[in-house]
Protein backbone atom coordinates (compact mmCIF):
# COMPACT_ATOMS: atom_id res chain seq x y z
CA UNK A 1 0.00 0.00 0.00
CA UNK A 2 1.23 3.12 -0.85
CA UNK A 3 1.48 5.50 1.95
CA UNK A 4 0.63 8.72 0.29
CA UNK A 5 1.44 10.42 -3.44
CA UNK A 6 2.05 13.81 -3.32
CA UNK A 7 -0.01 16.01 -5.51
CA UNK A 8 1.54 18.55 -8.00
CA UNK A 9 5.33 17.22 -6.44
CA UNK A 10 6.99 18.82 -9.24
CA UNK A 11 5.37 22.16 -9.70
CA UNK A 12 5.46 22.40 -5.57
CA UNK A 13 9.38 21.84 -5.66
CA UNK A 14 10.04 24.04 -8.35
CA UNK A 15 8.25 26.61 -6.70
CA UNK A 16 9.92 26.32 -3.17
CA UNK A 17 13.49 25.38 -4.62
CA UNK A 18 15.37 28.72 -5.39
CA UNK A 19 18.89 28.64 -2.88
CA UNK A 20 20.05 25.03 -3.26
CA UNK A 21 22.22 25.28 -0.44
CA UNK A 22 19.25 26.52 1.66
CA UNK A 23 17.09 25.33 4.46
CA UNK A 24 13.62 24.42 3.90
CA UNK A 25 10.74 22.76 5.81
CA UNK A 26 8.23 20.29 4.66
CA UNK A 27 5.91 20.70 7.14
CA UNK A 28 3.53 17.76 6.42
CA UNK A 29 5.98 14.96 5.61
CA UNK A 30 3.62 12.28 5.75
CA UNK A 31 4.96 9.56 3.36
CA UNK A 32 8.05 11.86 2.57
CA UNK A 33 7.29 12.12 -1.04
CA UNK A 34 7.79 16.05 -1.44
CA UNK A 35 10.68 15.72 0.76
CA UNK A 36 12.78 13.47 -0.85
CA UNK A 37 12.30 15.52 -4.31
CA UNK A 38 13.19 18.78 -2.54
CA UNK A 39 16.37 16.88 -1.23
CA UNK A 40 17.34 16.03 -4.83
CA UNK A 41 17.09 19.59 -5.38
CA UNK A 42 19.33 20.36 -2.55
CA UNK A 43 23.55 20.68 -2.78
CA UNK A 44 25.09 19.03 -0.43
CA UNK A 45 25.10 22.03 2.16
CA UNK A 46 21.30 22.41 2.19
CA UNK A 47 19.22 20.90 4.42
CA UNK A 48 15.26 19.75 5.16
CA UNK A 49 13.16 19.42 8.47
CA UNK A 50 10.15 17.53 7.77
CA UNK A 51 7.15 18.23 10.61
CA UNK A 52 4.09 15.32 10.83
CA UNK A 53 2.80 15.30 14.36
CA UNK A 54 1.44 11.63 13.21
CA UNK A 55 4.20 8.88 14.62
CA UNK A 56 2.69 7.09 11.45
CA UNK A 57 5.21 9.32 9.92
CA UNK A 58 7.95 8.43 11.02
CA UNK A 59 8.43 5.11 9.10
CA UNK A 60 9.30 7.52 6.12
CA UNK A 61 11.68 8.95 7.24
CA UNK A 62 14.85 9.37 4.92
CA UNK A 63 18.54 8.40 5.26
CA UNK A 64 19.98 11.13 4.17
CA UNK A 65 22.00 13.23 7.10
CA UNK A 66 20.70 16.48 5.86
CA UNK A 67 17.21 15.69 6.77
CA UNK A 68 15.85 16.20 10.44
CA UNK A 69 12.42 14.72 11.70
CA UNK A 70 9.90 16.85 14.05
CA UNK A 71 7.31 14.92 15.19
CA UNK A 72 5.24 17.73 16.06
CA UNK A 73 2.44 19.74 14.65
CA UNK A 74 3.14 22.45 11.99
CA UNK A 75 1.55 25.16 14.48
CA UNK A 76 4.63 24.94 16.33
CA UNK A 77 7.01 25.71 13.64
CA UNK A 78 9.01 29.26 15.00
CA UNK A 79 9.49 26.92 18.14
CA UNK A 80 10.79 24.07 16.86
CA UNK A 81 12.90 25.84 14.30
CA UNK A 82 14.47 27.86 17.13
CA UNK A 83 15.56 24.28 18.67
CA UNK A 84 16.57 23.01 15.83
CA UNK A 85 18.82 26.26 15.39
CA UNK A 86 17.29 28.32 12.78
CA UNK A 87 15.77 31.63 12.85
CA UNK A 88 15.04 32.02 9.33
CA UNK A 89 14.73 29.69 6.64
CA UNK A 90 15.01 29.52 2.67
CA UNK A 91 11.08 27.75 2.20
CA UNK A 92 8.10 26.29 3.20
CA UNK A 93 6.12 23.51 1.75
CA UNK A 94 2.57 22.91 3.08
CA UNK A 95 0.43 19.93 1.65
CA UNK A 96 -2.75 20.00 4.03
CA UNK A 97 -5.35 17.96 4.42
CA UNK A 98 -5.67 14.25 5.47
CA UNK A 99 -3.08 11.77 4.13
CA UNK A 100 -3.51 8.71 1.73
CA UNK A 101 -2.36 6.28 5.08
CA UNK A 102 -4.85 7.80 7.36
CA UNK A 103 -7.72 7.76 5.04
CA UNK A 104 -6.99 3.62 3.98
CA UNK A 105 -5.92 2.38 7.92
CA UNK A 106 -9.35 0.86 8.97
CA UNK A 107 -8.62 2.08 12.47
CA UNK A 108 -7.63 5.59 12.27
CA UNK A 109 -11.23 6.30 11.55
CA UNK A 110 -11.02 8.38 8.89
CA UNK A 111 -13.23 7.03 6.48
CA UNK A 112 -16.47 5.95 5.99
CA UNK A 113 -15.83 3.12 3.56
CA UNK A 114 -14.54 0.93 6.96
CA UNK A 115 -16.11 0.11 10.09
CA UNK A 116 -13.96 1.15 13.13
CA UNK A 117 -13.83 3.43 16.21
CA UNK A 118 -14.23 6.94 15.19
CA UNK A 119 -11.24 8.38 16.00
CA UNK A 120 -9.88 11.16 13.30
CA UNK A 121 -6.54 11.91 15.48
CA UNK A 122 -4.11 12.93 13.20
CA UNK A 123 -1.55 12.99 16.44
CA UNK A 124 -2.70 9.66 18.19
CA UNK A 125 -1.10 11.26 21.46
CA UNK A 126 -3.71 13.62 21.30
CA UNK A 127 -6.93 12.95 24.29
CA UNK A 128 -10.07 13.64 22.11
CA UNK A 129 -11.17 11.55 19.17
CA UNK A 130 -14.17 12.15 16.81
CA UNK A 131 -16.52 10.10 18.79
CA UNK A 132 -15.18 12.31 22.14
CA UNK A 133 -16.32 15.49 20.11
CA UNK A 134 -20.23 14.36 19.16
CA UNK A 135 -20.63 13.27 23.14
CA UNK A 136 -19.14 16.85 24.24
CA UNK A 137 -20.78 18.87 21.53
CA UNK A 138 -24.67 20.74 21.64
CA UNK A 139 -26.43 20.38 18.43
CA UNK A 140 -25.79 24.60 17.82
CA UNK A 141 -21.88 23.70 18.56
CA UNK A 142 -22.10 20.06 16.20
CA UNK A 143 -24.38 22.56 13.32
CA UNK A 144 -21.90 25.18 13.03
CA UNK A 145 -19.05 22.31 12.53
CA UNK A 146 -21.01 19.95 9.97
CA UNK A 147 -22.17 23.63 7.88
CA UNK A 148 -18.75 25.61 8.25
CA UNK A 149 -16.34 22.90 7.77
CA UNK A 150 -18.15 20.27 5.51
CA UNK A 151 -21.16 22.66 4.01
CA UNK A 152 -23.34 19.75 4.62
CA UNK A 153 -26.72 21.06 3.39
CA UNK A 154 -29.15 19.53 6.41
CA UNK A 155 -26.30 20.26 8.93
CA UNK A 156 -29.45 21.31 11.37
CA UNK A 157 -31.34 18.32 11.33
CA UNK A 158 -28.26 16.05 11.41
CA UNK A 159 -27.05 17.27 14.64
CA UNK A 160 -30.11 17.82 16.22
CA UNK A 161 -30.40 13.61 15.21
CA UNK A 162 -26.97 13.04 16.53
CA UNK A 163 -27.45 14.82 19.77
CA UNK A 164 -30.66 13.20 20.31
CA UNK A 165 -29.81 9.83 19.82
CA UNK A 166 -26.48 9.98 22.70
CA UNK A 167 -29.20 12.06 24.78
CA UNK A 168 -31.58 8.52 24.68
CA UNK A 169 -28.65 6.39 25.31
CA UNK A 170 -27.14 5.22 22.17
CA UNK A 171 -23.51 5.48 21.90
CA UNK A 172 -21.93 7.08 18.78
CA UNK A 173 -18.45 5.22 19.44
CA UNK A 174 -17.50 3.69 15.65
CA UNK A 175 -18.10 4.55 11.83
CA UNK A 176 -21.00 2.31 11.68
CA UNK A 177 -22.64 4.03 14.89
CA UNK A 178 -22.21 7.19 13.04
CA UNK A 179 -23.37 5.83 9.58
CA UNK A 180 -26.40 4.29 11.24
CA UNK A 181 -28.12 7.58 12.18
CA UNK A 182 -26.47 9.58 9.01
CA UNK A 183 -27.90 7.27 6.15
CA UNK A 184 -31.44 7.95 6.80
CA UNK A 185 -30.67 11.63 6.35
CA UNK A 186 -28.49 11.83 3.06
CA UNK A 187 -29.31 14.43 0.73
CA UNK A 188 -27.76 13.98 -2.48
CA UNK A 189 -24.71 11.77 -4.07
CA UNK A 190 -24.14 9.24 -1.06
CA UNK A 191 -20.65 9.23 -0.97
CA UNK A 192 -19.80 13.28 -1.05
CA UNK A 193 -22.28 13.77 1.55
CA UNK A 194 -20.64 11.36 3.84
CA UNK A 195 -17.19 12.72 2.89
CA UNK A 196 -18.46 16.27 3.65
CA UNK A 197 -19.97 14.95 7.51
CA UNK A 198 -16.16 13.26 7.56
CA UNK A 199 -14.01 16.44 6.49
CA UNK A 200 -15.97 18.42 8.92
CA UNK A 201 -15.42 16.07 12.15
CA UNK A 202 -11.78 15.63 11.33
CA UNK A 203 -11.11 19.39 10.65
CA UNK A 204 -12.85 20.20 14.52
CA UNK A 205 -11.43 17.19 15.93
CA UNK A 206 -7.63 18.20 14.90
CA UNK A 207 -8.45 21.97 15.08
CA UNK A 208 -7.49 22.34 11.55
CA UNK A 209 -8.19 25.71 10.58
CA UNK A 210 -6.68 27.15 14.04
CA UNK A 211 -3.80 25.10 13.43
CA UNK A 212 -3.42 26.87 9.69
CA UNK A 213 -3.79 30.33 11.18
CA UNK A 214 -1.39 29.86 13.72
CA UNK A 215 1.32 28.17 10.98
CA UNK A 216 0.38 30.88 8.36
CA UNK A 217 1.02 34.30 10.68
CA UNK A 218 4.65 32.12 11.79
CA UNK A 219 5.47 31.66 8.33
CA UNK A 220 6.04 35.34 7.93
CA UNK A 221 7.79 35.73 10.80
CA UNK A 222 10.85 32.96 9.80
CA UNK A 223 11.18 33.14 6.00
CA UNK A 224 13.99 34.74 4.91
CA UNK A 225 13.58 37.84 2.03
CA UNK A 226 12.86 35.99 -1.30
CA UNK A 227 11.91 33.05 0.64
CA UNK A 228 9.26 30.82 -0.77
CA UNK A 229 5.94 29.86 1.00
CA UNK A 230 4.26 26.60 -0.86
CA UNK A 231 0.55 25.50 -0.14
CA UNK A 232 -1.83 23.15 -1.24
CA UNK A 233 -4.95 23.02 -0.47
CA UNK A 234 -8.29 20.34 -0.91
CA UNK A 235 -10.93 22.52 0.46
CA UNK A 236 -12.31 26.16 -0.06
CA UNK A 237 -11.75 27.16 3.28
CA UNK A 238 -8.20 26.16 3.50
CA UNK A 239 -7.67 27.95 0.04
CA UNK A 240 -9.72 31.16 0.96
CA UNK A 241 -7.34 31.21 4.11
CA UNK A 242 -3.99 30.69 1.80
CA UNK A 243 -5.12 33.05 -0.65
CA UNK A 244 -6.36 35.98 2.08
CA UNK A 245 -2.80 35.06 3.66
CA UNK A 246 -0.78 35.48 0.54
CA UNK A 247 -2.11 38.61 -0.90
CA UNK A 248 -2.42 41.11 2.98
CA UNK A 249 -1.10 39.21 5.53
CA UNK A 250 -3.83 37.71 7.74
CA UNK A 251 -6.11 35.26 6.65
CA UNK A 252 -9.57 37.56 7.26
CA UNK A 253 -7.98 39.25 3.87
CA UNK A 254 -8.24 42.71 5.65
CA UNK A 255 -5.93 45.01 3.96
CA UNK A 256 -3.58 46.57 6.81
CA UNK A 257 -1.72 50.58 6.50
CA UNK A 258 1.13 51.45 8.15
CA UNK A 259 1.29 54.53 9.86
CA UNK A 260 1.56 56.30 6.66
CA UNK A 261 -1.17 54.55 4.74
CA UNK A 262 0.96 52.26 3.16
CA UNK A 263 -1.06 48.67 2.58
CA UNK A 264 1.19 45.74 3.88
CA UNK A 265 1.93 43.60 1.11
CA UNK A 266 4.55 41.23 2.92
CA UNK A 267 4.53 38.45 0.31
CA UNK A 268 4.43 38.80 -3.49
CA UNK A 269 2.27 36.00 -5.39
CA UNK A 270 4.76 33.52 -7.28
CA UNK A 271 1.43 32.23 -8.79
CA UNK A 272 -1.68 35.02 -9.23
CA UNK A 273 -4.14 31.84 -9.67
CA UNK A 274 -3.91 28.28 -8.14
CA UNK A 275 -2.32 26.21 -9.79
CA UNK A 276 -4.43 23.17 -10.73
CA UNK A 277 -3.70 19.42 -11.11
CA UNK A 278 -3.66 17.79 -14.91
CA UNK A 279 -6.59 15.77 -16.05
CA UNK A 280 -3.93 12.93 -16.53
CA UNK A 281 -2.93 13.87 -12.98
CA UNK A 282 -6.08 13.56 -11.45
CA UNK A 283 -6.59 9.85 -13.91
CA UNK A 284 -3.48 8.59 -11.88
CA UNK A 285 -4.55 9.99 -8.24
CA UNK A 286 -8.16 10.67 -7.86
CA UNK A 287 -7.36 12.22 -4.96
CA UNK A 288 -5.53 15.07 -6.53
CA UNK A 289 -8.32 15.97 -8.22
CA UNK A 290 -9.78 19.18 -5.59
CA UNK A 291 -6.08 20.45 -5.07
CA UNK A 292 -5.64 23.78 -5.17
CA UNK A 293 -1.25 25.57 -5.01
CA UNK A 294 -0.69 28.98 -4.17
CA UNK A 295 3.15 30.34 -3.98
CA UNK A 296 3.93 33.38 -2.35
CA UNK A 297 7.81 34.94 -2.10
CA UNK A 298 8.57 37.13 1.09
CA UNK A 299 9.28 40.58 0.22
Known sequence: MTYHLPVLAQPCVDGLVVN???????????GGGHSRLILDHLSPKGQLLGFDQDEDAQANVPDD????????????????????????VDGILADLGVSSHQLDVPERGFSFRFDAPLDMRMNQQQEETAAGLLRRLSAEELQDILGRYGEV???????????????????????????????PLIRGNRARYLAQVFQALRIAVNDEMGALEDFLQQCAEVLKPGGRLVVLSYHSLEDRAVKHFLKTGNVSGEQEKDFYGNISRPFKLITRKAVLPTEKEIRENSRARSAKLRIGEKR
Open 20 to 30: ADGVYVDVTFG
Open 65 to 88: SRFTFVQHNFRFLKRFLKLHGHKE
Open 153 to 183: RNARTLAARLVDEQASGRRIDTVGDLLAVAE
